[in-house]
């Protein structure tokens, strides 16, 4: 039984940065890769980032050289630190753990707005 929960959505202004953090439950989160997703209205949802079991990361080309994707398995905690951030990277932003199933956290809003 795996449970995320996030935080750290909210509003900020372009240029500005923004840190969201997953918590998650469970004795198998050191075993799986994680990753955040985005949607935002009228789009299909879109991966951002991912990372393995052994902290390699990979990002969609929207973000790479500005979003940095970390985990910390001692702590159960994956974080996306988003810096530089556009009015286009605006949406619902969900934290997944890829397993046999997908499990996902509620979603947290982010709104890169002046």
């Known amino acids: 039984q795996v449970q995320l929960v996030e935080s750290g959505g909210g509003l900020v202004q372009p240029g500005g940065s923004l840190r969201l953090s997953c918590a998650a439950s469970?004795?198998?989160?050191?075993?799986?890769?994680m990753a955040w997703y985005r949607q935002a209205p009228g789009n299909q949802r879109e991966l951002v980032a991912a990372?393995?079991?052994?902290?390699?990361?990979n990002y969609a080309d929207s973000v790479k050289g500005r979003f940095i994707i970390s985990r910390d398995n001692a702590k159960k905690m994956v974080y996306l630190q988003m810096n530089s951030l556009k009015p286009e990277d605006t949406a619902v932003y969900y934290c997944?753990?890829?397993?046999?199933?997908?499990?996902w956290g509620q979603g947290t809003q982010v709104t890169v707005s002046s």
């Open positions: 997944t753990l890829k397993g046999y199933r997908d499990y």
């Open positions: 469970g004795s198998i989160f050191s075993l799986n890769a």
């Open positions: 990372i393995t079991s052994g902290g390699r990361p």
